[in-house]
């Protein structure tokens, strides 16, 4: 069979409209099951035991009455894990229980499992634990000096100069060119210095999952998570179990945004359940979430940009200093590299540093690192522009990197789609709307990477001729519905002739976890290839019942014709016929496909967003809001525009309102929905989008991954509209009303 | 342990329980009935995603215990749609694509219900007031406003 022409542009029967997703039903009826809402025969109930202490030496626990209480089954420390574990899994376990210290209010310190949530209650209580309080420190530039209390004595790796404190991990730079030579030919340069404050993913269902873990050794951990292989690997590691021996099934998830692409309680359950030899179900309570699982950075970034009148950058230089909570790997990296990818640049230069503080653990959250950089150049590159008076669509489009640039952290492009997005963005009514009192406008654009990586999927063909489209990355917006569509229309049926389910590690080989916006992109890549497997053994099918060439059959609307001289010999098989008699023609069809997936390309978006500032409150409304992206193919438009939507509003949160406060004994002060507020419906206006398509070059139909670009230029632009609303320029995230009402009246002198 | 004996009603059936005194509404559906369809995501109030009808009022069922159910007539996002079809809402939702994790849709179908039962033919702010109640943290919620408006369109014209 001859492979199909993907290089030339096709038309859609399936991709690009928008069908109910298969999952839909049991979401609306309350049928879907998510983490907390599995029941195994016999399950306990597990609950942690949580530091109150910011930094703090745990100098013995005393477990005994805990686990004299009648229906505890079930009492675990650091000491019920091994010693001795993989290098790669050390932090994530010392992060899920502590070892010698606590290193943040709300870390993990011990565990039980009883046999009734209010029993479980009661025994965290008489859990004795004994705490020496060290000095700690929970601000980035507080923990970089020489002096600050130190989380880690062995401190940073060999990056790291000499004269900062051992709470710096590590050091990146990246860029190229003379950024010296570059400022010295500038009209105007100018620099400022930022501060953003740590947010949480916010997901709407908490951590939750049911261990089991049998006498024999072999466990099944139900979960929900952003990747289940992910999870097996890690816990396996952690417990020191064979992989193979920890089967994970991932349950429908409420949310993740990054912030579950780790483990929290998933290895302490599987520890009790271990110890307990009863299934155990760990669920955590909304301040939990908050306190001890992984929120964003908090960062202080400098940026020093040099621009030629006509709006020419002519050099860029950014240092970037980002808290990742207690242990090491805060998101400055990409934030270092994505900083100023969207222009060609001669002269650019990022410093990265990474830094531990006495907070959670950082955790990925959407397009991890990006947004903090974007918020810090879009703000200095909105200055100049009003310092020359240039329109900052224009301005943009002519530092604009395209095909061939060669991106400030090393790559040089393929076909990208920044300039596209601008052009929409400036061809938008809104746009050209005219603004009214008090009120801004502000834009900004955005990056993302994207991602491949490992996938494995199996497509499997059913005696009626119905297709089972089994993959490994749990479903957490909609993809169900996109390998769905993307199967279909490569195999030419309809869409509900399709069966998409997420499996457990048991049934494919390895998949990356749900991130890096790559699901989409791989796993749509994998699909395809997998269809394309199934198609090549149908015709195959066909070619022997016919008596002909395999060579000599085609894929067409469907089912199998027969091509070149036997061209219309043989009545066409439907794939509905083809499995009808498989069972006679070598038995079952399968297709898979199994692959490193490479060529994700890259996504940017240009945001456009109005706001009034009330400056008499300094409280901040936002009017209208448009985004415009890449999203190379639209597989589902409604779930791309959904992506866009979602990502800008989270980022409205993280400008206006949403914010980490600890108080000065180092404890997380708003660990609820009531005081770290995350942005209500009435608060906002409808989101606009526009689609921009861009194909990616990686895919067959030229897909870019969505997922989180939206949510790097949000800070960015509303940044821009309100400064420009209020005439002084804010560059502290969040712009909460007393600190945009303190920046008025200081500007007013 | 003593435990209490409750009668209610639930989506139109009678039901018996045993519940602790402390326990609350949201516990008991999802831990005693089986009806796990209301969520909890933060046992304080703030997020909706528990969201029950209590008397046909929406009241959020993790600050009720299970033992003031008492006598009352609960709706649960189980009992919106009829054995013969989806509520217009559910419809909506699915067609606008007004979800996409779905955690926090049962509560805002709920509450979103009790909406359209009060005010027919609501504005786009009277929707988002009403449903400010309920959190979601994927939509940004232009779906599910159009949605909800939507289905009130549909219904006035049955």
């Not at chain 1, 009883?114 to 420190?137: G, M």
């Not at chain 1, 900052?392 to 640039?405: C, D, F, I, T």
């Not at chain 1, 993959?471 to 195999?491: C, F, K, Q, V, W």
Request: hydrophobic share 40%; charged share 20%.
């Amino acid at each position: 069979m001859a492979p199909r022409d993907d290089t030339g542009p096709r038309e859609f029967r399936i991709v690009g409209t928008r069908p109910v997703r298969p999952d839909g039903i049991d979401k609306v009826t309350g049928r879907a099951r998510f983490g907390a809402d599995m029941v195994m025969p016999g399950m306990l109930t597990g609950a942690v035991v949580r530091s109150p202490h910011a930094h703090a030496r745990i100098r013995g626990i005393d477990t005994s009455r805990a686990e004299a209480l009648e229906g505890v089954k079930a009492v675990v420390t650091r000491r019920d894990f091994p010693a001795e574990v993989p290098e790669d899994h050390l932090d994530v376990l010392d992060n899920c229980m502590a070892g010698d210290k606590a290193l943040y209010d709300g870390h993990a310190v011990a565990a039980v499992a009883a046999i009734s949530p209010s029993i479980a209650r009661k025994a965290l209580k008489l859990i004795e634990v004994d705490y020496e309080e060290l000095p700690h420190v929970t601000d980035v530039d507080e923990a970089m000096k020489p002096d600050a209390p130190v989380l880690h004595e062995e401190g940073g790796d060999e990056t790291v100069p000499a004269a900062v404190s051992r709470n710096v991990m590590h050091r990146y730079e990246y860029g190229h060119g003379d950024v010296e030579a570059g400022l010295a030919e500038a009209d105007a340069v100018i620099e400022r210095s930022f501060r953003t404050a740590a947010t949480h993913q916010g997901y709407i269902e908490p951590h939750a999952c049911v261990a089991s873990v049998s006498p024999d050794g072999y466990g099944e951990l139900w979960v929900c998570t952003q990747g289940h292989y992910m999870v097996r690997n890690t816990c396996a590691g952690i417990l020191g179990m064979d992989e193979g021996d920890l089967r994970v099934t991932a349950s429908e998830i409420g949310g993740g945004f990054g912030g579950k692409t780790t483990v929290f309680i998933e290895p302490v359950a599987l520890a009790l359940s271990r110890k307990a030899n009863r299934p155990v179900k760990m669920v955590m309570s909304r301040e939990e979430v908050f306190r001890a699982t992984g929120p964003t950075a908090s960062t202080s970034i400098d940026v020093k940009i040099g621009m030629k009148r006509d709006g020419t950058i002519t050099a860029a230089l950014a240092e970037l200093r980002y808290q990742g909570g207690a242990y090491a790997g805060s998101p400055v990296q990409m934030g270092a590299m994505s900083a100023f990818a969207p222009y060609a640049l001669r002269h650019v230069k990022t410093i990265g540093y990474d830094v531990v503080t006495n907070r959670p653990k950082a955790a990925a959250y959407r397009a991890p690192g990006a947004p903090m950089a974007a918020f810090a150049v879009e703000s200095v590159l909105d200055e100049l522009c009003q310092k020359f008076d240039l329109d900052p669509v224009e301005m943009r489009l002519k530092n604009a990197a395209r095909e061939g640039s060669k991106a400030s952290y090393g790559p040089t492009y393929p076909r990208i789609g920044l300039s596209a997005t601008l052009e929409a963005a400036r061809d938008t009514a809104h746009y050209k709307a005219p603004l009214g009192p008090d009120q801004g406008r502000g834009l900004a654009c955005g990056f993302w990477f994207n991602f491949g990586g490992d996938t494995c999927v199996s497509m499997n063909l059913t005696p009626d001729g119905t297709v089972t489209l089994s993959e490994g990355n749990p479903d957490i917006g909609g993809s169900r519905a996109s390998m769905t569509m993307m199967a279909a229309e490569e195999l030419g049926i309809p869409y509900e002739q399709v069966r998409c389910t997420i499996a457990d590690t048991g049934s494919l080989g390895q998949n990356e976890v749900t991130d890096g916006s790559r699901v989409t992109f791989a796993v749509g890549l994998a699909t395809i290839k997998a269809a394309q497997d199934m198609i090549r053994k149908c015709c195959q099918r066909a070619a022997q019942v016919w008596g002909i060439d395999a060579d000599a059959v085609i894929w067409e609307g469907g089912a199998a014709r027969p091509a070149g001289p036997n061209a219309g010999k043989f009545a066409p098989m439907t794939l509905a016929e083809i499995a009808a008699i498989a069972s006679n023609t070598g038995g079952p069809i399968a297709g898979h496909h199994e692959a490193n997936a490479e060529g994700a390309g890259v996504s940017f978006a240009t945001h456009l967003v109005d706001v009034e500032v009330d400056p008499e409150t300094g409280a901040v409304k936002v009017l209208r809001y448009t985004v415009c992206q890449d999203a190379g193919k639209a597989v589902h438009p409604a779930y791309v525009e959904g992506q866009f939507q979602g990502g800008a509003v989270q980022g409205i949160g993280w400008a206006l309102n949403e914010e980490y406060i600890y108080g000065e004994d180092g404890r997380l002060q708003n660990p609820g929905f009531l005081d770290y507020r995350i942005p209500v419906c009435s608060d906002l206006p409808m989101i606009d989008t526009v689609i921009v398509e861009v194909p990616n070059p990686g895919h067959p139909y030229g897909v870019r991954g969505v997922g989180e670009t939206s949510i790097v230029p949000p800070m960015a632009a509303i940044a821009n509209a309100v400064s420009r609303a209020a005439r002084v320029r804010m560059a502290e995230l969040p712009m909460s009303p007393p600190r945009l009402l303190a920046a008025i009246e200081g500007s007013r002198g | 342990m003593t435990q209490l004996h409750i009668t209610t009603r639930i989506n139109g059936d009678t039901v018996e329980f045993l519940c602790e005194a402390e326990e609350t509404l949201l516990d008991v559906l999802r831990d005693r009935l089986g009806l796990t369809g209301a969520k909890e995501g933060c046992g304080t109030g703030d997020c909706g995603a528990c969201t029950v009808t209590v008397d046909g009022r929406i009241a959020c069922s993790c600050l009720m215990l299970g033992a003031e159910a008492e006598g009352r007539e609960i709706g649960t996002i189980e009992g919106m749609a009829t054995t013969e079809a989806l509520h217009p809402l559910q419809q909506k939702f699915l067609e606008h694509a007004a979800l996409q994790c779905g955690i926090c849709t049962p509560g805002f179908l709920v509450a979103a219900k009790a909406l359209l039962e009060t005010n027919p033919e609501p504005t786009e702010r009277e929707v988002r007031y009403w449903l400010a109640g309920n959190l979601c943290r994927c939509t940004g919620y232009d779906k599910i406003v159009r949605a909800v408006m939507a289905a009130a369109d549909d219904m006035r014209r049955v």
